[in-house]
């Protein structure tokens, strides 16, 4: 049934007076109806509209009050689930008794009243009519039926049959027979004339015994099962049809009936119009006024009629249209329901999709429900440790903020204080300024005198050097240090002499052959190097002397000893490639010009170099002023190898080092030498065996050594040593006065230089004057002279010229006697030199001293013996001397026999203490002559003229 219907029948069902039914229907006695009809129910007599709403909604109390008021009425087959579908159900059996209803929206829409009046209709019409009179009158009333006994009755048993037929849920049970029989009795009581009802009345009693027998159930109540069971109890089904159909001729009789009935008061009312028509003609015809008007009222009534039979046509038509639609309906209510099937059935499996749908998205949740829970207790862990951080946190901020506070105070405070210190330190800031101020100016005053001090810079410096030479005069000029060579390997098994080495310069050595005292000889001197001791360490005592040479004065460094004792070693170095192994020549030549480099901005410095050597009594010059090519003057030197050293130097080698400085801004000029002496090795040519060349060396060497020891750490050599020793004792001892530097000032200079030119005039003339007076004093004192001359010559401690010069006495002597008589030399050269000076000529002075460097000049014994030596070499002989003078020297006792067996006398230290201390007096004069003028020492050539250098030695002995 659709809704608008429905809503029509709702709205138009209100509830009128002729139904039975009340506008204004009390819940109450409605909900104690419901209560009386359903026991089970149980509403409570207080309940709201909106409870008992809740009660009715799904539709069963409706279905199941209408199904006890009139069984079967109602579809209670099936299980349709509740809701709306019972709610439609109860509506159409509404309709099919024609009671008023209300609409499914109302009771959805929570419109209460409508249905309260409907459920009061029921309660009022069972309750006034009992019931089953009241729907069979009503049904007769609502499809407009006329009142057949008999027929009606068959009519009505025949729907409640085929409800019977379509309720299969009845049982078989006893109460469900009583109520089928009582059901169908009564519904054949009521609805069936006495005649039929009697035989429906014996056919459901017959239905109710086979029940009975069969104890079967309703279930297998069928039509055929009934038809059947009818035919064989002689149930005249026929006749009930028979009935049926009577009535059914009847109704479409009865509407015959009533259609020609209808036809009739048509035919009836239209004769009557025809007839009033007549007589409206007839009047019509009397005048013509009611003509016209009879006329018009005949047109109208001919319009009326027109328009009924229109009207009538159109009702024909209205009922076709109806029934036609009532087709088009059903065709379309099938379609629908066909539709409606078809949409159950996707709707179902729309559902069936969205339930595996949901089971699925079910399954995804619970998986989510499951993650966010494990999510969840994470979150609440770390919920509680973030809880736990941030507490601590915030105390730990709090306990700051306390700090903080804290500093602040201090801060503040302390700004406080700063602020005063800040005044305080303006206050002292202006205080300072002004003290600055005055300070500065002083500052400036100051200054002043540093620029004016800086100014006297150079004279300071020069006070400085000379100060510092001044400590080195006062440590003495003569310094003797001894070096010990290592026993070599060739030597290893020998014993030394070497006893012991003292600290301030002791040394001991001892005398295998002796026992006792004499078995043990002290000696001191500056200091003694051990074996050990490096190249380096034996230049550092030495080194200060270097710089002396810078500030013009003359040094001299010589090394001498016996052959092999290590001069060379000393002197120049084992191997000149490794600076390691350098020898007190490099070093000093290399200190010499790095000194001079240094000081280059106020002093400019020319060094040059001469290295000769003496060999066999020769001067031989080995380079020519190339310091680069001194290594190679090493090379040139004349070695040989004898039994004591495999290369023994041969000859006496000289490096003589001039230094020429000039102050650049005084203008003085400075001068000074520097020796570098290595004596060739004194030997006793019966331990070194050489022979012919080499002993002839030999001869020359010892001649020349004679003034010095030997040396030798072997025990066989320990006369040599002694001696040497001694000697060098002796050395060590002599004082002098202090050295002086050759500094000269620029106009001190030039005047100088003229007045040595003049000297040099006068003594040159003075020279020829003094030889023609020599030579004629020597021929005259010849004779005289012969024989206190042999005499001196057989004894080595008298000198040529007669005198002793030194009494035994004098063997105690020490160095300050040495040194009188060195001073005494000295002083007879000065004197000569002033002689000269008177003579002007102070140039040969010059050359004296420089040639006395070369060759010692004394009166002893020994000198006479070189000077003899020196002479007699055919070079000098032959260039400088006349055969007179040859043969004067002979005479004197110069080349006697007897020389080498005196040199031997001295190699074996068995020189009178007198002799010794002569020679070396000669020794140290020339080593450190202070006047020597190094302008004339730097040529070679000049060197290369002994008779130049032998004049004033002769001189010095005439004198003498
Ligand atoms: N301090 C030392 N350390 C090591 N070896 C040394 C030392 N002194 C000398 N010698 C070695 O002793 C040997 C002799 O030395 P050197 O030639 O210097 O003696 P010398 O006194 O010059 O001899 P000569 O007078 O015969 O020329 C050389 O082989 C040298 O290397």
Redesign the pocket.
């Known amino acids: 049934m659709s809704a608008s219907p429905e809503r029509s029948l709702s709205e138009n069902g209100r509830y009128d007076s002729s139904n039975g039914a009340h506008a204004d229907v009390n819940i109450q006695s409605v909900i104690e109806w419901l209560n009386r009809s359903l026991p089970h129910l149980n509403l409570p007599t207080d309940a709201s509209e909106e409870k008992l709403r809740a009660y009715l909604i799904d539709g069963t109390v409706l279905c199941n009050i209408l199904d006890k008021l009139c069984p079967g009425l109602v579809e209670m087959r099936g299980n349709s689930e509740p809701g709306p579908e019972n709610i439609r159900k109860f509506l159409a059996a509404m309709d099919e008794i024609a009671l008023p209803r209300f609409v499914l929206a109302d009771i959805q829409e929570g419109y209460m009243e409508p249905v309260l009046q409907c459920l009061g209709t029921l309660k009022t019409h069972f309750e006034f009519t009992g019931g089953k009179e009241s729907i069979r009158e009503h049904l007769r009333r609502r499809w407009n039926l006329p009142k057949v006994e008999s027929s009606e009755g068959i009519t009505n048993s025949l729907v409640y049959t085929a409800t019977c037929d379509e309720n299969p849920a009845i049982n078989g049970d006893e109460r469900q027979q009583d109520s089928f029989e009582n059901k169908y009795g009564s519904i054949l009581d009521d609805s069936i004339s006495s005649e039929s009802a009697a035989l429906a009345r014996d056919a459901a009693h017959k239905l109710s015994e086979m029940f009975q027998q069969k104890q079967g159930s309703y279930d297998d109540l069928s039509d055929s099962n009934i038809l059947e069971l009818m035919k064989s109890n002689r149930f005249d089904m026929a006749l009930i049809l028979k009935k049926v159909v009577q009535v059914i001729e009847h109704r479409v009789s009865t509407q015959a009936v009533n259609l020609k009935d209808l036809n009739n008061l048509y035919e009836v009312h239209l004769g009557k119009c025809q007839s009033r028509i007549k007589v409206l003609e007839t009047l019509a015809a009397g005048t013509t006024e009611e003509i016209q008007v009879l006329l018009s009222k005949l047109q109208q009534i001919k319009i009326e009629k027109t328009k009924i039979e229109k009207k009538k046509k159109l009702e024909e038509q209205e009922l076709l249209r109806t029934k036609q639609e009532k087709i088009h309906s059903d065709i379309e209510n099938s379609t629908l329901k066909h539709e409606l099937e078809i949409a159950k059935t996707a709707h179902e499996e729309y559902c069936l999709l969205l339930q595996m749908r949901a089971e699925e998205t079910k399954v995804q949740l619970e998986k989510k429900l499951m993650e966010f829970k494990s999510f969840l207790t994470e979150s609440k862990e770390r919920v509680k440790e973030l809880e736990s951080f941030s507490e601590s946190k915030y105390q730990r901020w709090k306990s700051k903020e306390g700090i903080y506070k804290s500093f602040i105070d201090y801060q503040s405070r302390a700004l406080q204080e700063l602020r005063g210190a800040s005044d305080f330190l303006k206050h002292e800031i202006l205080k300072t300024k002004r003290s600055y101020a005055e300070e500065f100016n002083f500052l400036g005053v100051k200054l002043k005198g540093l620029v004016d001090a800086a100014a006297n810079y150079h004279s300071v410096l020069a006070e400085n050097r000379r100060l510092y030479n001044e400590v080195q005069d006062l440590k003495g000029n003569i310094r003797v240090y001894c070096?010990i060579?290592?026993i070599?390997p060739g030597q290893s098994k020998k014993r030394t002499t070497v006893e012991y080495i003292g600290e301030n310069g002791e040394l001991v050595i001892s005398n295998p052959s002796k026992q006792g005292k004499d078995s043990h000889k002290l000696f001191k001197f500056n200091k003694v190097f051990g074996?050990a001791a490096t190249q380096e360490e034996v230049f550092l005592d030495t080194q200060p002397l270097i710089r002396s040479v810078l500030d013009g004065y003359n040094v001299c460094i010589f090394a001498y000893?016996q052959?092999?004792?290590?001069?060379?070693?000393?002197m120049s170095g084992?191997n000149i490639t490794s600076q390691e192994d350098w020898g007190v020549n490099y070093r000093a030549l290399h200190d010499l010009f790095q000194i001079s480099q240094h000081r280059n901005s106020s002093i400019s410095y020319e060094v040059g170099v001469q290295m000769v050597e003496i060999y066999n009594e020769q001067v031989r010059d080995l380079l020519s002023n190339v310091l680069e090519l001194m290594n190679i003057g090493l090379m040139n030197r004349a070695v040989g190898a004898?039994v004591?050293?495999?290369?023994?130097?041969r000859s006496h080698s000289v490096l003589t080092v001039h230094v020429y400085g000039m102050d650049l801004e005084t203008g003085a000029v400075l001068r000074g030498n520097l020796h570098l002496v290595?004596l060739?090795?004194s030997e006793r040519v019966d331990r070194s065996e050489a022979i012919g060349e080499r002993l002839r060396e030999a001869q020359h060497i010892n001649k020349s050594l004679s003034a010095l020891g030997d040396l030798n750490p072997d025990v066989d050599s320990y006369s040599e040593t002694i001696s040497t020793l001694k000697f060098a004792e002796r050395v060590s001892g002599i004082e002098l006065g202090a050295a002086k530097s050759n500094k000269e000032g620029r106009n001190t200079r030039e005047l100088m230089e003229q007045v040595a030119f003049l000297k040099d005039t006068i003594s040159r003339k003075d020279e020829v004057i003094e030889r023609l007076q020599q030579l004629k004093a020597n021929v005259n004192g010849v004779k005289c002279c012969m024989n206190s001359h042999r005499y001196d010559s057989s004894s080595p401690r008298r000198y040529s010229n007669g005198t002793t010069l030194h009494s035994p006495t004098l063997s105690g002597r020490k160095g300050s006697r040495l040194f009188e008589k060195s001073s005494s030399d000295t002083d007879n050269c000065s004197e000569h030199s002033e002689r000269r000076s008177e003579a002007g000529s102070a140039q040969s002075m010059d050359n004296f001293q420089h040639k006395k460097m070369l060759l010692p000049q004394s009166k002893s014994k020994d000198d006479l013996t070189l000077k003899k030596e020196f002479v007699s070499r055919p070079n000098f002989v032959g260039t400088c001397l006349s055969h007179k003078d040859k043969e004067d020297l002979d005479l004197l006792g110069f080349g006697d026999a007897d020389s080498d067996e005196r040199l031997s006398d001295i190699s074996d230290g068995c020189l009178s203490r007198a002799e010794t201390e002569g020679s070396l007096g000669s020794a140290v004069e020339f080593s450190l002559f202070p006047e020597s003028k190094p302008s004339e020492a730097t040529k070679p050539v000049e060197v290369a003229k002994p008779v130049e250098a032998a004049k004033p030695a002769r001189k010095a002995a005439n004198k003498k």
Do not use: M
């Open positions: 070096r060579r290592p070599l074996p000893g052959t092999g004792s290590g001069k060379t070693y000393t084992p004898t004591l050293n495999e290369r023994s130097s290595d060739a090795g």
